[in-house]
């Protein structure tokens, strides 16, 4: 069966700390992933994905996720979070045009 | 605007009342989809349509049906709602090769 981890259900974090929230997936066979973002009482937007080519992939508001076929893994890391970045982050992979969603992360930023 | 569009953002029904949650997309995308959110869960796909006439059923269809007459639109029936169902419901749309979701505002349901 194919599965979507996120092992980390809240990680709080103070401003301008680093953060990594972790994603493992379980699959035999070629995926699609992709990390979403939703902030309070909106739909989910989508912060990076991947699809092929260079493992490590960016979002233009500097998260980054890379992408580890041996550890089957596409953890999203930011070196300096944002107030902003308060939200909650869902790792998502695509089988055979099915998409299978982690259970989020509810990233705190304190200031 | 590209956007996807459901109706309506709340509702409240009684268990075995028939319900339609409506759904359009105006990008011109085959690929549309309903979810479900539950506290915990994530996103559970209910049904997805890869094009006109083509359903099929995702992790969670029971007590569901869909149909996709029309490109753009894909309505999500419960046609005995009960109160497992309540939850909050998000419809989205994407097309290959790039497979990224747009999703809706969503639709919080509750089932008395």
């Known amino acids: 069966a194919q599965s979507v981890t996120q092992l980390d259900s809240q990680v709080p974090v103070f401003e301008e700390a680093p953060v990594e929230l972790r994603c493992n997936y379980s699959s035999s066979v070629s995926v699609y992933l992709f990390w979403y973002v939703q902030y309070p009482n909106q739909g989910l937007q989508l912060l990076l994905k991947y699809l092929s080519g260079s493992t490590l992939v960016k979002s233009i508001n500097g998260f980054e996720a890379e992408f580890n076929k041996s550890q089957t893994s596409f953890h999203l890391r930011k070196p300096s979070v944002h107030i902003s970045d308060t939200a909650e982050y869902f790792c998502a992979v695509l089988i055979f045009n099915k998409f299978y969603f982690g259970s989020g992360t509810k990233l705190n930023v304190k200031p | 605007e590209a956007q996807v569009t459901q109706n309506p953002r709340y509702l409240i029904t009684v268990t075995g009342k028939k319900l339609t949650v409506t759904c359009s997309q105006n990008m011109n995308h085959e690929y549309m989809s309903w979810y479900r959110q539950d506290p915990g869960l994530g996103l559970r796909q209910i049904y997805y349509s890869m094009n006109v006439e083509v359903t099929d059923k995702g992790d969670v269809p029971e007590g569901y049906k869909v149909s996709r007459k029309e490109k753009r639109n894909f309505p999500l029936i419960l046609e005995s709602p009960s109160p497992n169902q309540t939850s909050l419901y998000f419809c989205?749309?994407?097309?290959?090769?790039?497979?990224?979701?747009?999703f809706g505002a969503g639709t919080r349901l509750s089932v008395l």
């Open positions: 989205a749309s994407s097309s290959p090769p790039q497979w990224v979701q747009y």
